[in-house]
């Protein structure tokens, strides 16, 4: 249904800006979070742009590297 | 890494505790908040037994379906 594919991509591009924005608190760049996180660099950098679906583990994960809790990048 | 599989588990273990106890004040069974959220029933239940590695999407519709914020899933 097109409406609950924009709400999806709304839902992924918000996820995305959280993360850029406590990478930016963090005062890392997304080479230094990738390499905290143990991801590739091409995943963080989609994720942010909210080309990922990233799951559970993984949101803990970031938060880890990013030195926040996993809720705060779901606000 | 044996390490690594055990926290992954109890990420997902943490993360299904949470579902359960939402849905515990929500007052509704698996099956309901199955159908609330559009999911299988066997997901459910699945997912509050930690077995699952649900993405950003499902949580916040998760969150929807019990009436609670995406971030009080993850604690």
């Known amino acids: 249904v097109a409406h609950e594919t924009a709400k999806r991509e709304d839902l992924l591009q918000r996820f995305g800006a959280s993360v850029r924005e406590a990478r930016a608190r963090a005062g890392i760049t997304q080479e230094k979070l ?13 994720l942010e742009r909210g080309q ?17 809790r996993a809720s705060d990048l779901l606000t």
Chains 1, 2 share one sequence.
């Open 52 to 68: 990922r679906n990233v799951g559970v583990v993984n949101i803990y994960v970031l938060a880890e590297a990013l030195g926040c």
């Open 34 to 46: 990738a390499e905290l996180a143990g991801m590739h660099r091409t995943y963080v950098s989609s």
